[in-house]
């Protein structure tokens, strides 16, 4: 078992930036991928970033391409997202995940689902 622990979400203006963090634990060794993900009210669960931890790629969601961006801590055991020029249209929940088994890191994107480990979630809320 993976556990996944979000923290850094909160409140900023159109332009702003914040930082989230991911700090994973357990069976860590054995994910392939990890990632954030995102959910506004009424709308589906989105790709953000994810992290492929064998090969060090990192695939973006069209929608954050150029303001976001994934890190680790060297210890593997950190996600970071740092999220700048940040848009009203951000505003969502965001989620830490996290696949193991056979997946293909880049498809988690698209496919948000086929992660087996989620965080509970931190609140990012952007006015304008």
């Known amino acids: 078992q993976v556990q996944l622990v979000e923290s850094g979400g909160g409140s900023v203006q159109a332009g702003g930036s914040l930082r989230l963090s991911c700090a994973a634990s357990?069976?860590?060794?054995?994910?392939?991928?990890m990632g954030w993900f995102r959910q506004a009210p009424g709308k589906e669960r989105e790709g953000v970033a994810v992290?492929?931890?064998?090969?060090?790629?990192?695939y973006y969601g069209d929608s954050v391409k150029g303001r976001f961006t994934v890190s680790q801590d060297n210890s593997k055991s950190t996600l970071f997202l740092q999220m700048n020029s940040l848009k009203p249209d951000d505003t969502a929940m965001y989620y830490c995940?996290?696949?193991?088994?056979?997946?293909?890191?880049?498809?988690?994107?698209?496919?948000?689902?086929?992660?087996?480990?989620w965080g509970q979630g931190t609140q990012v809320t952007v006015s304008s």
């Open positions: 995940a996290a696949a193991d088994g056979w997946v293909v890191c880049s498809g988690l994107v698209s496919r948000p689902y086929e992660n087996n480990y």
């Open positions: 357990g069976s860590t060794y054995r994910t392939q991928c």
């Open positions: 992290f492929d931890t064998a090969g060090g790629r990192i």
